[in-house]
């Protein structure tokens, strides 16, 4: 069993940034770099998106158009930890966002993901 755990959200205005964190653990995880990663996002009342995903080592990511340029996802294997560097925040950015891990070294936008973190709330005001 891999357990993710999100932090970093809250309030932030329009324009304005954020860093989310993901870290990794549990009783059967070994290393990140084993896993590809992706976070999603859910708005009230809407159904959960792919925001933006990266391969076993960052050499490979893929953005959402919504996000592309504003956001990045680094990862960082010696920490078991990625990141999603979030910048220019729009309200419509609200949403909750959770981190996900596959089995597999890619990254897929579908929701093909194996375990799922609880989801950190992040609120963008005008």
């Known amino acids: 069993q891999v357990q993710l755990v999100e932090s970093g959200g809250g309030s932030v205005q329009a324009g304005g940034s954020l860093r989310l964190s993901c870290e990794a653990s549990g009783p059967t995880f070994t290393m990140l770099s084993m896993y590809g990663m992706g976070w999603f996002r859910q708005a009230p009342g809407k159904e959960r998106e792919f925001v933006a995903g990266v391969n076993w080592n960052g050499s490979s990511q893929y953005y959402a158009p919504s996000v592309k340029g504003r956001f990045t996802m680094p990862r960082d294997n010696t920490k078991n930890t990625v990141y999603l560097q979030m910048y220019s925040l729009k309200p419509e950015d609200t949403a909750v966002y959770y981190c996900?891990?596959?089995?597999?070294?890619?990254?897929?936008?579908?929701?093909?993901?194996?375990?799922w973190g609880q989801g950190t709330q992040v609120i963008v005001f005008t």
């Open positions: 996900a891990a596959r089995n597999r070294r890619d990254y897929m936008v579908s929701q093909v993901y194996d375990y």
